[in-house]
Nanobody, 127 residues
């Protein structure tokens, strides 16, 4: 019952910044944890970041910790991923996902499992 649409992807030079947005619709958005994932060519999809439905808890992969920030604005039904100090290895299709939780626990998300997925947006970092 959640539909997700990513936007904000594009081409950026190494060291630059980009902000991705995920617009959500559906009655369960306000009670869903949200996550960002990415998949590079020839690689498996991997966990990037997650945020609780209230925004009070976050989790990041070691690869992006300190460079990326996940946030949400429930009034706008939107989740963001601010990406700074981008590297060529960040190049991938980035996917937004939603997952229902009774308590904060990112175990399932870290295993790249979620209830709803967007179609993805391409991020390319040039060197």
């Amino acid at each position: 019952q959640v539909q997700l649409v990513e936007s904000g992807g594009g081409l950026v030079q190494a060291g630059g910044s980009l902000r991705l947005s995920c617009a959500a619709s559906g009655r369960t958005f306000g009670t869903s944890a949200m996550g960002w994932f990415r998949q590079a060519p020839g690689k498996e999809r991997e966990f990037v970041a997650a945020i609780s439905w209230s925004g009070g808890n976050t989790d990041y992969s070691d690869a992006v910790k300190g460079r990326f920030t996940i946030s949400r604005d429930n009034a706008k039904n939107t989740v963001y991923l601010q990406m700074n100090s981008l590297k060529p290895e960040d190049t991938a299709v980035y996917y937004c996902a939603a997952d229902t939780m009774t308590r904060w626990d990112t175990t399932r998300l870290r295993r790249v499992s979620a209830d709803y997925w967007g179609q993805g947006t391409q991020v390319t970092v040039s060197s």
